[in-house]
T-cell receptor, first 114, second 114 residues
Framework: DAKTTQPPSMDCAEGRAANLPCNHS???????VYWYRQIHSQGPQYIIH???NNETNEMASLIITEDRKSSTLILPHATLRDTAVYYC???????????????FGKGTLLTVNP | SQTIHQWPATLVQPVGSPLSLECTVE??????LYWYRQAAGRGLQLLFY??????ISSEVPQNLSASRPQDRQFILSSKKLLLSDSGFYLC?????????????FGPGTRLTVL
């Protein structure tokens, strides 16, 4: 899986948009960008994923650059409950057990302040 | 709906003692199953994954082993615990043929080896 680079920490004011960047300059054509988050002492939670088009769901938006070498996760109106470690992961989308593996880096600790 | 259970939630064990952590999934059939470990201040590390009963793949050499005696049961074991085995152990599952390839994590077991 391609390696990702994320800032170790970020702060955001409650109610404002949180923009979390991720660099994945060695991403392959068949690799997707996934975002998970882990609230303290809980298991990670899936947020969103995409290949090359921008994606939006009820939790967040994912913006992928045209060259696919970087992406940004956007939480449009951050709340205190969004304080968590956010992981950017790139991997293939395919059948077979090994293709389902997730390789977690250290992620970004997002702290939402009141 | 699908649920994933892990027990115990917390565990304190002496060095050299055996370990058995259990994970069960409800509401789905033939899932892929995973064991992760998160040491203090570090990221999640995949330990084992399984695509079916009796099929275990190990990601890193270590003092642990895994077994899958039933379709929805995944067990993490050790014959003799080391201090370095302390950490937060997470079980996860993913469905076959899922378009999102999303992994669903359990609540985790916090293991302290003294």
């Amino acid at each position: 899986d391609a390696k990702t680079t994320q800032p170790p920490s970020m702060d955001c004011a409650e109610g404002r948009a949180a923009n979390l960047p991720c660099n994945h300059s060695t991403i392959s054509g068949n690799e997707y960008v996934y975002w998970y988050r882990q609230i303290h002492s809980q298991g990670p939670q899936y947020i969103i994923h995409g290949l090359k088009n921008n994606e939006t769901n009820e939790m967040a938006s994912l913006i992928i650059t045209e060259d696919r070498k970087s992406s940004t996760l956007i939480l449009p109106h951050a709340t205190l409950r969004d304080t968590a470690v956010y992981y950017c992961i790139v991997r293939v989308l395919g059948s077979g057990g090994s293709n389902y593996k997730l390789t977690f880096g250290k992620g970004t600790l997002l702290t939402v302040n009141p | 709906s699908q649920t994933i259970h892990q027990w115990p939630a917390t565990l304190v064990q002496p060095v050299g003692s055996p370990l058995s952590l259990e994970c069960t999934v409800e509401g789905t059939s033939n899932p892929n199953l995973y064991w992760y470990r998160q040491a203090a201040g570090r990221g999640l590390q995949l330990l084992f994954y399984s695509v079916g009963i009796g099929q275990i793949s190990s990601e890193v050499p270590q003092n642990l082993s895994a077994s899958r005696p039933q379709d929805r049961q995944f067990i993490l074991s050790s014959k003799k615990l080391l201090l370095s085995d302390s950490g937060f152990y997470l079980c996860a599952w993913s469905g076959r043929g899922s378009l999102r390839n999303e992994q669903f994590f359990g609540p985790g077991t916090r293991l302290t080896v003294l």
